[in-house]
């Protein structure tokens, strides 16, 4: 069973930064390079929300647009773990962070997914703060 471990979540000031981790692990005739990822966050009383995407091969990364230039995708084959490195953060930023995988497959080569349903795996979540 594929297991997806959230971490570096917290209080972080307005405009400040902050690098979540994802490791991953219990991989079943599989590796990373299997993997499309998305990075999702869910803020109270709203719906989860795609933040960024990638293909397995990461030749595709996608961000939501109140992000772009501000947050960066990053997957560490050799350790296993995806990370979100988010800079320039306000408050529309702040809530419960998550990381999704599903194995890829021909009609996912190109592209990735900003919608919940699409993933099969979920981590439990870290929590970002933004307040000063």
């Known amino acids: 069973q594929l297991r997806l471990v959230e971490s570096g979540g917290g209080l972080v000031q307005p405009g400040g930064s902050v690098t979540l981790s994802c490791e991953i692990s219990?991989?079943?005739?599989?590796?990373?390079?299997?993997?499309?990822i998305g990075w999702f966050r869910q803020a109270p009383g709203k719906e989860r929300e795609g933040v960024s995407c990638a293909t397995a091969d990461d030749q595709v990364i996608k961000y939501r647009d109140s992000v772009k230039g501000r947050f960066t995708f990053y997957r560490d084959r050799a350790k296993n773990t995806v990370t979100l490195q988010m800079n320039s953060l306000n408050p529309d930023d702040a809530g419960w962070y998550y990381c999704?995988?599903?194995?890829?497959?021909?009609?996912?080569?190109?592209?990735?997914?900003?919608?919940?349903?699409?993933?099969?795996?979920w981590g439990q979540g870290t929590q970002v703060t933004i307040s000063s």
């Open positions: 999704a995988a599903r194995v890829t497959s021909r009609s996912w080569k190109d592209w990735c997914s900003h919608a919940v349903p699409d993933y099969d795996h």
């Open positions: 219990g991989f079943t005739g599989f590796t990373l390079d299997d993997y499309l």
